[in-house]
């Protein structure tokens, strides 16, 4: 075989041209040294081998570093890693020596360290290993696996990374369709809180992993300006709440996943608030200090050097404490915003309408009375979606 491939003159480059056309899943190989510290590598060569024995296999160019010690290891951990690992790609790319600072991880039931927050984790003892050209072929022996998370995996391809995305021509269509009919039917409601309120009204929608200011109102007060139609904002706490708490348990992961790893402050806060948004049907924020949330907002989706995420989970976490709320009936509150979503048939959220707050503080009262104003309005809306649908 290595004569007929010599006979071709391939070139390593070109083999790596045509092999970058496939897209592979990046895993991470990990097992315990001698002073009991993780170690680890990387691999895009990862698959299923056999069901009986249960069997998976992965290779590792024979000049890999990291990989002798790991090969003298009992047991070995495999982590599937998800789609947005993409820092802890980077972190295990880095000298040995430095390669997990930063990065969670646990041991498994079989004591291997295995990536915390992966799509799946396997345990493993070596079978087999054999040579393969420049790499070595290693067969592993499955002892344990787990799903940690229901997430997309993490995808390499083309020299970068990313994630697999279904797309139904069919399907694209009809949501693009749905948001269209939902935008129209929210429109005069929306005018009218606006003017009600003296205030400013905005539809957010899903797109991709992001959310796109979809259309809004304006009281006739306050400028046009105030609303940047076409504005895109990653789905990313503290925002995006409304997408994550009715889009299922992928969401509400991924949603937490984009800033806050497991076993944090950051994450309770985050189920809490989901569970509390589930119950109210809403989401209400009113700050303690409104400058605090603006700042949180302006460092995260700026396109300035970010701060340290570390730093930003801290700020992210104060702003959770602010989101709804039990209110108080004698005290003005800073209220910013409200916002409820519109479902559709399949109580999907096709978007979030949020009523703003103004410049003075208001009371409990008043903040109820515009809680319970945009609920009836998105309950309308989603009346008129269904009476539309009914007539076609």
Known sequence: MSEFVKSLEISSDQLRQVMAQYPTGVVA??????????????????????LEPPLVTFMVALTSSTWPALKQSERIGISIL???????????????????????????????????GAVASIDCEIAEVHRGGDHEIVVCRMLGLEIQRAVPALLFSHGSYGRFSQRDEAGAAASLGDLLACLDAARPHMAHLAEKFGTIVTA??????????????CAGSLPDNRIRVGHRLPSRAPLGSIFAAWGGPEAVETWIRAVN?????????????????RERGH?????????????????????CPKLPLDILRSRINVV???????????????????????????????????????????????IRERVDAITAAAQSIQRARQDRGSVQ
């Open 283 to 303: 989401v209400l924020s009113v700050a303690s200090s409104s400058s605090t949330h603006v700042a949180v907002l302006r460092e995260q989706y700026s396109e």
């Open 204 to 217: 957010l929608a899903p797109s991709g992993d992001d959310l796109v200011v979809a259309g809004g109102a």
């Open 261 to 277: 790893p497991r076993d944090t402050q950051g994450e309770i806060a985050c189920r809490k608030l989901i569970q509390r948004i």
């Open 320 to 366: 959770l404490e602010d989101y709804n709320r039990d209110l108080p009936a004698d005290e003005l509150i800073d209220f910013q915003f409200v916002s409820v979503p519109v479902l559709g048939d399949a109580q999907e959220p096709l978007v979030s309408l949020s009523l703003w707050g103004g410049e003075r503080p208001f009371s409990g009262k008043e």
């Open 82 to 116: 998800a789609h947005d690992q993409q820092e802890i790609c980077k972190k295990l790319s880095r000298s040995a020596a430095e390669r997990f600072s930063g990065v969670d991880w646990k041991l498994s039931s079989h004591g291997s360290p295995v990536i915390d």
């Open 29 to 50: 190989i990990t097992s315990l040294s001698r002073d009991d510290r993780p170690q680890g590598m990387l691999v895009g060569s990862f698959m299923s081998l056999s």
